[in-house]
């Protein structure tokens, strides 16, 4: 349930930001490490949007899988002791 209303929340977010985007369609100037583009307001806070959201979700992922791996190892010691102490 609580998946449900974040992933809700999200596409909230993502649906008013590209609201407000469609109102800024003034171009801006945009200078990356190799590159230079001129692009709509909208368009940069739509890919600067999305963006973040992929790292974010990765770091959190990497952060997921770091945990599940320790709570398995923390169950094999467990069990470990446990018939030792049996």
Same mark, same amino acid.
């Given at each position: 349930?609580?998946?449900?209303?974040? @992933?809700? !929340? +999200?596409? %909230?977010?993502?649906? #008013?930001? =590209?609201?407000?985007?469609?109102?800024?369609?003034?171009?801006?100037?945009?200078?990356?490490?190799?590159?230079?583009?001129?692009?709509?307001?909208?368009? @940069?806070? !739509? +890919?600067? %949007?999305?963006?973040? #959201?992929? =790292?974010?979700?990765?770091?959190?992922?990497?952060?997921?899988?770091?945990?599940?791996?320790?709570?398995?190892?923390?169950?094999?010691?467990?069990?470990?002791?446990?018939?030792?102490?049996?």
């Amino acid at each position: 349930m609580k998946g449900i209303i974040v @992933f809700v !929340v +999200i596409i %909230l977010l993502f649906m #008013f930001a =590209i609201v407000i985007g469609s109102q800024n369609t003034q171009i801006i100037s945009v200078n990356y490490l190799i590159a230079k583009a001129e692009m709509r307001v909208a368009t @940069f806070m !739509v +890919i600067s %949007l999305a963006i973040g #959201f992929v =790292i974010g979700f990765l770091l959190m992922l990497l952060r997921f899988l770091a945990l599940k791996m320790q709570n398995k190892l923390l169950q094999r010691r467990i069990k470990k002791l446990s018939k030792e102490n049996s």
